[in-house]
């Protein structure tokens, strides 16, 4: 099994915590599942204009690869101006409309406001679905208020993040399981 983390930001550094703490997290208590960390700051992502990914070269055709051949994808993502960013609405755009079909893609938000709980259900939760993936129906909305010198400081998120990772890994495991299932249905 494959999971693809995305840091899905070029600015600020908590939605990266986030995301290297559930890195860690998968490192520690599931060796058989091999993990690779994006941060979209670390690449340079051309914008879509409506090609195959497959055509892009560069950072942008890693990119998309990576998350083409993942087996689930945990994106992490800031809110800005009560939106997810323009890199990671760029990212969705690369990819065609079938990319997450048979993966499973949890969530990791941080916002500057309790205000914009909801942001992932109205806006990232739409995309992904149209996007054919299996979405882990919970995920960890985090504040300022729980970051402390790039570390998290809340327990609860900690614990919540150990959880995401784990659904992420059974749910993941459970729709593989699944088709293999419905494959060997037709014993060819």
């Known amino acids: 099994m494959k999971i693809v983390a995305v840091a899905g930001s070029i600015m600020g550094h908590r939605t990266r915590t986030a995301v290297d703490y559930a890195v860690k997290e998968i490192k520690e208590h599931y060796e058989e599942v091999a993990v690779e960390l994006i941060d979209l700051s670390e690449y340079q992502m051309v914008f879509s204009d409506g090609r195959n990914y497959l055509d892009y070269e560069g950072d942008t055709l890693k990119v998309t690869k990576a ?25 969705f755009d690369l990819l065609p409309v079938h990319a997450f079909r048979d993966k499973v893609v949890s969530i990791l938000v941080t916002a500057g406001s309790p205000k914009h709980y909801l942001i992932p259900e109205q806006q990232l939760k739409p995309i992904l679905a149209y996007m054919k993936a299996q979405v882990v129906q919970t995920y960890v909305f985090m504040e300022e208020k729980d970051f402390r010198r790039k570390e998290i400081v809340s327990d609860d998120i ?18 593989a399981a699944m088709r293999k299932e419905k494959e060997d249905q037709y014993g060819f």
């Open 67 to 91: 998350l083409m051949e993942a087996d689930a994808i945990m994106i992490g993502t800031p809110i800005f101006q009560a939106s997810i960013p323009g890199t990671l609405k760029n990212l």
């Open 158 to 175: 900690l614990f919540r993040i150990q959880r995401l990772v784990e659904d992420t890994v059974v749910l993941t495991k459970a729709y």
